[in-house]
């Protein structure tokens, strides 16, 4: 196994990347292409959403406030209290 030449990116049909690509700390350069040194087609992982290997990018997170009733939440704080 040791004996077998290391093939480049381009030989094992990895594809470059694609714009929302630029700025990941993944990507490796070889004869002026760049490719992502972790998944073969990189605008796979961007068709859903964000690329879950992206360095450089974060997923949005939505916090929801929910409204609570007040009369519930005064009888949870005096049950806390009972105990």
Partial sequence: ???????SYSERNFKSVIDK???C???V????VQFCKTYMQPEA???IGICNFATHA???INLVT???N????AKRASAKGKK
Avoid: D, F, T, Y
Avoid at 1 to 7: D, G, I, L, R, Y
């Fill in 29 to 32: 350069e070889e004869a002026g």
């Fill in 45 to 47: 992982k961007w068709r």
């Fill in 21 to 23: 690509c630029i700025g």
């Fill in 66 to 68: 929910i409204r609570v």
């Fill in 58 to 60: 974060k997923p949005e």
């Fill in 1 to 7: 196994m040791q004996n077998q030449a290391v093939k």
């Fill in 70 to 73: 007040p009369l519930k939440a």
């Fill in 25 to 27: 700390g993944r990507i």
